[in-house]
């Protein structure tokens, strides 16, 4: 079993419907969490950033942590067709074994 | 404020022959990173710097891959010879210190090609 699972998908959705995407964890030592955009060619960019479990809130994204059942979220609403993109989760664990672990990413199309 | 910059974009060689990658990492960064990402993968730990040393080189391998940060800014990331399956995007990113530590903040990578 992989430390961090996600649906490769692809995703296809229309303009301006709420999307929600997921990757579940094996490792009890991921301490920080996020989730990153990587348009077609670029590298990826850092989109949300958390720590505790709950929600975070920043304009159109949501991301949520479920630690007890080792899942994370992230909802777009009123997605644009910019929005389409890959999307990677990814889980940082701390102290000795510093690094940062990404799930396979999520290819997310919006459709106009 | 310039980003992480990382030549070649793109770099097509035969197998065996070498090919270097290199990298400027945002400044004041101390951090810095390489990364591989294979098509449909996540970006894959190969080595990270703190300053001039190599404080996690597990992932790298060491028989054909090597790395440098001489100066505690510029990288080179080397594979000699590369291999069929070292086609790959090479991605560097670095990190600054205090809160901001954990935020990694990738450039756009090198794309290589072995034929």
């Known amino acids: 079993q992989k430390e961090v699972e996600q649906d490769p998908g692809p995703l296809s959705v229309p303009e301006g419907a709420i999307v929600s995407l997921n990757c579940t964890y094996s490792?009890?030592?991921?301490?920080?969490f996020m989730w990153y955009r990587q348009y077609s060619r670029k590298g990826p960019e850092l989109l949300m950033y958390?720590?505790?479990?709950g929600n975070k809130e920043d304009g159109r994204f949501t991301a949520q942590v479920d630690k007890s059942s080792k899942y994370i979220s992230l909802f777009i609403r009123d997605s644009q067709p910019s929005d389409s993109a890959t999307y990677l989760c990814a889980m940082l664990s701390g102290g000795s074994n510093y690094k940062l672990t990404f799930g396979k990413g999520t290819l997310l199309t919006v459709n106009p | 404020e310039a980003g992480v910059v990382q030549s070649p974009r793109y770099k097509i060689i035969e197998k065996k022959q070498p090919v270097a990658f290199w990298c400027n990492p945002i400044?004041?960064?101390?951090?810095l990173y390489w990364y591989r990402q294979n098509l449909g993968q996540g970006p894959e730990l190969l080595i990270r710097?703190?300053?001039?040393?190599?404080?996690?080189d597990s992932q790298l391998p060491k028989d054909r891959f090597s790395a440098e940060r001489l100066k505690g800014v510029d990288s080179t990331l080397k594979i000699q010879p590369a291999e069929l399956g070292d086609s790959a995007v090479y991605l560097c990113a670095s990190s600054g210190a205090g809160p901001s530590y954990n935020e990694q903040f990738f450039g756009p990578g090198t794309r290589l090609t072995v034929l």
């Open positions: 400044s004041g960064h101390n951090t």
């Open positions: 490792n009890s030592a991921f301490q920080y």
């Open positions: 710097y703190e300053n001039e040393e190599a404080v996690d």
């Open positions: 958390t720590y505790s479990s």
